[in-house]
C-alpha cells in the first residue's frame, strides 16, 4: 500500500515522522510524495497557534480530496489538544495523540480490519513516559539529521498550549541516543541537530544529568562532524549554564534563544520566570566567545497587556544583540492557557502594526550581523550545488547561509563537506564566499 506523509510544525515532528516512515517501510508500505495519489495520508500536525489549527485542518482536507477512498490518519499536537474537532472532520479515520503516534502503523492496520474511525488520546497525566521506540536510521537531508533527545515541558509559560499537547518531561536514554547518533554518523551525515519539545529539560527526572551530558558525551566521538542545538530557553538555563557549553569544539557557535518579550513585566506575565537583564547576560557571554556567535530568537507581539512601551523594549532589545534571525509572531489565544483568560486583549490592527515594525527593526539588525561576519573566515558544510548558477550553498557554524562559485567538479568534491570559506560580501539571505 502507498503512503504519504504531510508534515507541519517543529523539528521535534519532522524527527517523528522519520521514525513513522522507517516503521512502515519495515512493514513494507511504500513511500509516496504528499501530493501524490496514495491509500494513506497521515498529518502530523501543529497547534502552536491558531494558524498552525488551521493548516492542520486545510491539509486534512487537502490530501483527503487527492483520494476520496483512502485511510486518512490525524496525528500530533492538535489531534492530541483538540481530537474531538480533528475526528469529526469529514474523511478523517483515525485520530491519534502526541505518545500514541509511534503505534500508528498498529492503528492502520486495525483499521483495515475493522472499517470504523478509530481515536486514541491519552489525559494530559498519562503523558508521562518517553517511547524509546521511536528512533531513525536516516534523514531527507544528506548532511544533516535531527535527534530527539527529550519529550514534554513543565514550564507553563501563560500563552502556550504545548505542555497540555506534549505532557510531562521525560528523557530519551542516554544509551538511546548516543547509538543513534553513532548510527548516523556512520550513514555519513556531518550535522547532528539536537531537539526536543524543551531541550534543556533534558534529564531534569535525573538531577544528576543535563543537556551538557549529553553534548560532552556527543564530542568524544571520534569521528568528522559537528553539533548543533535545535534550542535553549532561558527559563531553564542562564549565562553561567551557557559558559560550560563554550568549551566542546563540536558544538556550533549558534543558538536559538527564545525571547518572547523585552519587557520584564510583560516577561513576568507570560510567566517566563527571566528577566531581560539576565538574558543580555546570555548574549554577552555568547559575544565574548566569538563576537559573530550566531543568535536567533523568537518574539510574541500583542501579548495581552502589552503596551507601547512593552513593545518598544522588545525594539530596543533586538536593535542592541544584532540576531542573526527573528521569528516574529503575533499573540494568538490558545484556550486552555491563563493567557486565553486575560481581559486585557489587544485588538488585531496593533498586533498587525507591531508585528511588521518589528520585522522591519530585526531585518535591519540581521543585516548589521551579515556585515560583521564579513571578512571573517569559518566553517560551512555545503549541501547544495545549482548548475544554471555554479553556486554551491551551505550554512556556516554560526548559522549564515553561504554561497560560492564554483566549478562542478570542485562542486562534487565539497558536497556533504566541511570547508573554510572567506565571507566577502552580503548575497541574497547569507553571503557570498570564497572556498
Request: aromatic share 8%; with cysteine; glycine share 6%.
Amino acid at each position: 500500500m502507498k503512503i504519504a506523509f504531510y508534515t507541519l510544525g517543529c523539528k521535534v515532528n519532522q524527527y517523528e515522522t522519520q521514525a513513522l516512515k522507517e516503521k512502515f517501510l519495515k512493514r513494507g508500505y511504500e513511500l509516496v510524495e504528499e501530493d501524490e495519489y496514495a491509500d494513506i495520508y497521515v498529518v502530523n500536525t501543529c497547534t502552536v497557534t491558531a494558524l498552525a489549527d488551521r493548516k492542520s485542518r486545510q491539509y486534512i482536507r487537502r490530501m483527503k480530496k487527492i483520494n476520496p477512498d483512502s485511510i486518512t490518519a490525524v496525528i500530533g499536537c492538535y489531534a492530541q489538544v483538540n481530537p474531538d474537532e480533528a475526528s469529526s472532520i469529514e474523511g478523517v479515520n483515525i485520530v491519534v495523540g502526541t505518545n500514541e503516534k509511534n503505534n500508528l502503523p498498529d492503528y492502520i492496520e486495525d483499521y483495515i480490519k475493522q472499517n470504523r474511525q478509530i481515536t486514541n488520546v491519552l489525559d494530559y497525566d498519562e503523558l508521562n513516559i518517553y517511547d524509546e521506540s521511536g528512533s531513525i536510521t536516516s534523514m531527507d537531508s544528506r548532511t544533516r539529521a535531527y535527534i530527539k533527545v527529550q519529550e514534554g515541558c513543565n514550564q507553563f509559560c501563560s500563552y502556550c498550549i504545548i505542555p497540555y499537547a506534549r505532557g510531562n518531561v521525560r528523557s530519551r536514554s542516554k544509551e538511546d541516543i548516543l547509538k543513534e547518533a553513532n548510527h548516523l554518523i556512520s550513514k555519513g551525515f556531518r550535522e547532528l541537530v539536537i531537539t526536543g519539545i524543551n531541550t534543556a529539560l533534558y534529564g531534569i527526572e535525573d538531577k544528576h544529568l543535563g543537556i551538557e551530558d549529553i553534548i560532552k558525551d556527543l564530542n568524544g566521538i571520534p569521528a568528522d562532524f559537528r553539533i548543533r542545538l535545535g534550542s535553549l530557553e532561558p527559563t531553564v538555563i542562564n549565562a553561567s549554564y551557557v559558559s560550560k557549553l563554550l568549551q566542546y569544539e563540536k558544538l556550533c557557535p549558534h543558538l536559538h534563544l527564545s525571547l518572547q518579550s523585552g519587557s520584564d513585566r510583560i516577561l513576568k506575565k507570560m510567566n517566563r520566570n527571566y528577566d531581560s537583564k539576565g538574558y543580555k547576560e546570555i548574549i554577552k557571554v555568547l559575544r565574548d566567545h566569538d563576537k559573530c556567535y550566531g543568535i536567533t530568537t523568537d518574539i510574541i507581539v500583542g501579548f495581552p497587556g502589552e503596551t507601547e512601551e512593552d513593545f518598544q523594549a522588545s525594539i530596543k532589545i533586538v536593535e542592541e544583540s544584532g540576531f542573526n534571525k527573528v521569528h516574529v509572531f503575533q499573540y494568538s489565544k490558545r484556550q486552555g492557557t491563563k493567557a486565553a483568560e486575560m481581559k486585557d486583549q489587544i485588538p488585531s490592527d496593533i498586533k498587525k502594526r507591531r508585528s511588521a515594525e518589528l520585522i522591519r527593526v530585526a531585518e535591519i539588525t540581521s543585516e548589521k550581523m551579515i556585515k560583521t561576519n564579513l571578512g571573517e573566515k569559518r566553517k560551512v558544510l555545503f549541501e547544495e550545488y545549482d548548475e544554471a548558477t555554479g553556486l554551491i550553498s551551505g550554512f556556516s557554524d554560526n548559522y549564515i547561509k553561504v554561497y560560492c562559485k564554483v566549478k562542478e567538479d570542485l562542486a562534487n568534491e565539497l558536497l556533504n563537506q566541511f570547508a573554510v570559506v572567506s565571507f566577502m560580501e552580503k548575497y541574497k539571505e547569507g553571503v557570498l564566499g570564497s572556498v
